[in-house]
Nanobody, 119 residues
Framework: QVQLVESGGGLVQAGGSLRVSCAAS????????MGWFRQAPGKEREFVAR????????YYEDSVKARFYISRDNTKNTLYLQMNSLKPEDTAVYYC????????????WGKGTQVTVSS
């Protein structure tokens, strides 16, 4: 049974930092590319960042480049997202997921973790 448990969200002031984590199980973690996504109130869920199986290559959505950093620990089946210089527009529920060969997120999704950035 696939499980994705995101944690580490919270309330932070603009300009601050936060690290969110994702504990993944039910699939061989090191075999899969992984990604972070987010959904702001009233908006569609959108891609944030992805990372290759061994962690060698990362790709970011333009608005988070040079502020967010994705990483993984394959010994712990855990994915991370370090978020720096946070802006109010980063406020959203953040989700992680396994990715297909074509970089599409797989089902199911976890519950996500809320990140709120105050101005």
């Amino acid at each position: 049974q696939v499980q994705l448990v995101e944690s580490g969200g919270g309330l932070v002031q603009a300009g601050g930092s936060l690290r969110v984590s994702c504990a993944a199980s039910g699939r061989p973690f090191s075999f899969y590319k992984m990604g972070w996504f987010r959904q702001a109130p009233g908006k569609e869920r959108e891609f944030v960042a992805r990372i290759t199986q061994g962690g060698e290559t990362q790709y970011y959505e333009d608005s988070v480049k040079a502020r967010f950093y994705i990483s993984r620990d394959n010994t712990k089946n855990t994915l991370y997202l370090q978020m720096n210089s946070l802006k109010p527009e980063d406020t959203a529920v953040y989700y992680c997921n396994f990715l297909s060969a074509s970089d599409r997120p797989l089902e199911p999704w976890g519950k996500g973790t809320q990140v709120t950035v105050s101005s």
